[in-house]
């Protein structure tokens, strides 16, 4: 079967940095997206990997290894705007998207 | 721009009653999916489509049904509502599918079956 598994829920203090995991096994690989949810609200597009490597965007980067089936999306600076849920998505071979259940971060001051 | 637009956005039923979710976007984008997501739990993928009078089912489609008769509009109906359809309902589109398709969220749906 097909699986994501990311922390259900991290807490972080303010101005600090975080980095939230996500674990992938999925019928093959076309990419990685991640994506933020505040509460009760719609996800909005962060990133998407598709190479191995980093992918710095500002505050908030994201990183894939596609032999390990491993990705991380890392905040730097963090503000209280950011306490948000963190979707891993992954695309798999018929370009379906899997997701994960996400990360609920929760940023004290 | 209005982007993804859903209605309406919170609903009580009773369980056998049937409704639609409507959703429209103003963006001409061609691919459109409607998912749910339950607490705990991973969006699950309805239907989709691809483009105007084609539709095709996703993950959960049973006790669902969908028509794309314009490029705009995607309405997802519901008939014999159950409880195991409480969730909330995100209608999506991208302009392209695969990798290139960033997904626009609508602001959700939220049903209740009571």
């Known amino acids: 079967g097909q699986n994501i598994d990311q922390p259900t829920e991290m807490t972080a203090t303010e101005g600090a940095i975080v980095q939230i995991n996500c674990t992938y096994q999925t019928s093959g690989f076309n990419g990685l997206f991640w994506y933020q949810q505040h509460a009760g609200e719609a996800p909005t597009f962060l990133s998407y990997?598709?190479l191995d490597g980093l992918e710095e965007k500002g505050r908030f980067s994201s990183f894939l290894s596609r032999s390990k089936g491993y990705s991380y999306l890392l905040l730097k600076e963090l503000q209280m705007k950011d306490s948000a849920s963190y979707l891993c998505?992954?695309?798999?071979?018929?370009?379906?998207?899997?997701w994960g259940a996400g990360t609920k971060l929760i940023i004290k001051p | 721009n209005a982007g993804v637009t859903q209605t309406p956005k919170f609903r009580i039923l009773k369980i056998g009653q049937s409704m639609t979710l409507q959703c429209t976007q103003d963006?001409?984008?061609?691919?459109m999916y409607w998912y749910r997501q339950d607490p705990g739990m991973g969006l699950k993928l309805i239907y989709y489509?691809?483009?105007?009078?084609?539709?095709d089912k996703g993950e959960v489609p049973n006790g669902y049904n969908v028509s794309r008769s314009t490029t705009e509009d995607f309405p997802l109906r519901l008939e014999l509502a159950a409880p195991s359809q409480t969730s909330v309902y995100f209608c999506?589109?991208?302009?392209?599918?695969?990798?290139?398709?960033?997904?626009?969220f609508g602001e959700g749906s939220r049903l209740t079956v009571l």
């Open positions: 999506a589109s991208s302009y392209e599918g695969g990798v290139a398709g960033e997904l626009f």
């Open positions: 963006m001409n984008h061609n691919y």
């Open positions: 990997n598709v």
């Open positions: 998505a992954v695309m798999d071979s018929n370009y379906q998207l899997i």
């Open positions: 489509s691809v483009g105007a009078g084609i539709t």
